[in-house]
């Protein structure tokens, strides 16, 4: 999964998709998000859950553990690692949510630039993709996003995409207490399937992380 995504609904439309009758805790706002070329490092809208019920924050993309030599902070975890490797091990069991309107994956296809494409649900809802993170509310604090291999359905575009869960699913994620076994058993057997998604050429504009707007994510004419 390349690192770039959108976000450009508002959190309470990406709460009501998910119908949890409890109250959110919202520190994003109440505003349309407007993201529509999200980048790694930057500051992106997570759904998770405390001792005080369900929450919505604003938190940095990207995590790797204070011991990790220097270098490229990672942005994904790769599923089949992640809940046996160290490199995680400390906020593995700090499970959250990334809602996402779609995301951009780029392909070789023999042009001088690649080309970008955006991968998003069939009918329309949020994509809401596991997540891992440190959520203590301080300047350490991020998340990543969980990938799997795309099975066949996406690997015309790219090999790997997000772990994406049925909304229910991702209530249960963020809220239940679970021992490490299920969390791992439901990441690699209930994401939703390839065929749940579809996928389009867009313009390269999205390429610049400068760039934002509607534009970014209309069919390449």
Not at 4 to 24: K, N
Not at 151 to 158: A, F, K, N, P, T
Request: hydrophobic share 40%.
């Amino acid at each position: 999964m390349c690192g770039r995504l959108s976000q450009y609904r508002g959190i309470h439309d990406f709460v009501a998709t998910l119908s949890m009758p409890e109250a959110w805790r919202n520190n994003v706002g109440d505003q349309p998000l407007d993201h529509y070329n999200v980048a790694p490092t930057t500051p992106v809208a997570v759904l998770w859950a405390d001792d005080a019920g369900p929450r919505a924050d604003w938190v940095k993309w990207g995590w790797k553990p204070h011991w990790a030599k220097a270098g490229a902070t990672p942005i994904n975890a790769r599923l089949e690692q992640v809940a046996h490797g160290a490199f995680f091990r400390a906020i593995w069991p700090h499970r959250a949510i990334t809602p996402v309107d779609g995301w951009y994956e780029w392909v070789d296809e023999g042009r001088p630039k690649k080309q970008p494409y955006y991968i998003r649900r069939k009918d329309g809802c949020p994509a809401f993709c596991a997540s891992i993170g440190q959520l203590a509310g301080n300047e350490h604090d991020g998340f990543v996003i969980i990938t799997a291999d795309a099975q066949g359905g996406l690997i015309d575009v790219h090999d790997r995409r997000p772990v994406v869960l049925p909304a229910a699913l991702a209530i249960e994620w963020i809220t239940a207490q679970m021992p490490s076994e299920h969390a791992e058993q439901m990441l690699l057997n209930l994401g939703e399937p390839a065929e749940a998604f579809e996928w389009y050429r867009v313009g390269t504009a999205v390429g610049n992380v400068r760039h934002q707007g509607p534009m970014l994510i209309a069919p390449e004419q």
